[in-house]
């Protein structure tokens, strides 16, 4: 089993309609984060947790909204879809006391906004 | 605040023809950097990290990367392409400072004809 399950892996909605993205990892890592790819931009960062208690915007954080339910689950949504934000949606963890900050990725949640 | 820089969005080479994916940074403090490796339809793993231990950074694959201070760059290197280095590469930057944020590359694709 993967470290770090993201679902649904794919999702096709329509604009206006709610949407949740869901992570949990198996890493025993307190750090947790989402990450957006689009083609020719690279990954941009949206929201990042420290601890449970830890919830911090990241580069594009509007028109998202995050929840840390646990250690080990870390929750995205889009409240109100709409076709931009059809992308490639990855969640990501750490440790802290790591000298650098490596990140253990899921596989990606691949959205569609129509 | 840091950045980072991959020239080229795409890069091409023939199987067994030295591998060269650019990366520069910016950063006001030390940076820690990072190759990360995207295969079709799987998340990011990392390939190697700089920690400011050694300039010359070797990682999986026959990967390797060589931090240059003056010239602020982090270029990923193999000497011999294989058909299965076909991938996407980001090239990435955190620091202590920032929090451990990592900023990502647009990323560079490599294609590798027989």
């Known amino acids: 089993d993967a470290d770090v399950t993201q679902t649904p892996r794919n999702r096709i909605t329509k604009t206006g309609k709610r949407i949740m993205l869901e992570c949990s990892q198996t890493k025993g890592h307190d750090r947790m984060y989402w990450y957006r790819q689009d083609p020719g931009l690279g990954l941009r960062l949206i929201y990042y947790?420290?601890?449970?208690?830890?919830?911090n915007k990241g580069e594009i954080s509007d028109g998202y909204s995050v929840s840390r339910q646990a250690q080990a689950k870390f929750s995205l949504s889009l409240e109100s879809a709409i076709p931009n934000q059809t992308a490639l949606y990855f969640c990501?963890?750490?440790?802290?006391?790591?000298?650098?900050?490596?990140?253990?990725f899921g596989e990606g949640s691949r959205l569609t906004v129509l | 605040a840091q950045s980072v820089t991959q020239l080229g969005s795409h890069v091409s080479v023939s199987e067994g023809a030295l591998v060269l994916l650019r990366c520069n940074y910016s950063s006001s403090v030390p940076p820690y950097l990072f190759w990360y490796v995207q295969y079709p339809n799987q998340g990011l793993q990392l390939l190697l990290k700089?920690?400011?231990?050694?300039?010359l950074v070797k990682g999986i694959n026959g990967f390797e990367a060589e931090f240059k201070k003056s010239e602020t760059s982090f270029h990923l290197t193999k000497p011999s392409a294989h058909m299965s280095d076909a991938a996407e590469y980001f090239c990435?930057?955190?620091?202590?400072?920032?929090?451990?944020?990592?900023?990502f590359g647009a990323g560079t694709r490599l294609f590798v004809k027989a």
């Open positions: 700089y920690t400011s231990a050694a300039t």
């Open positions: 990435a930057v955190t620091t202590s400072t920032g929090g451990f944020k990592t900023i």
């Open positions: 947790s420290f601890d449970v208690k830890d919830i």
């Open positions: 990501a963890t750490s440790q802290t006391g790591t000298v650098t900050g490596e990140l253990f």
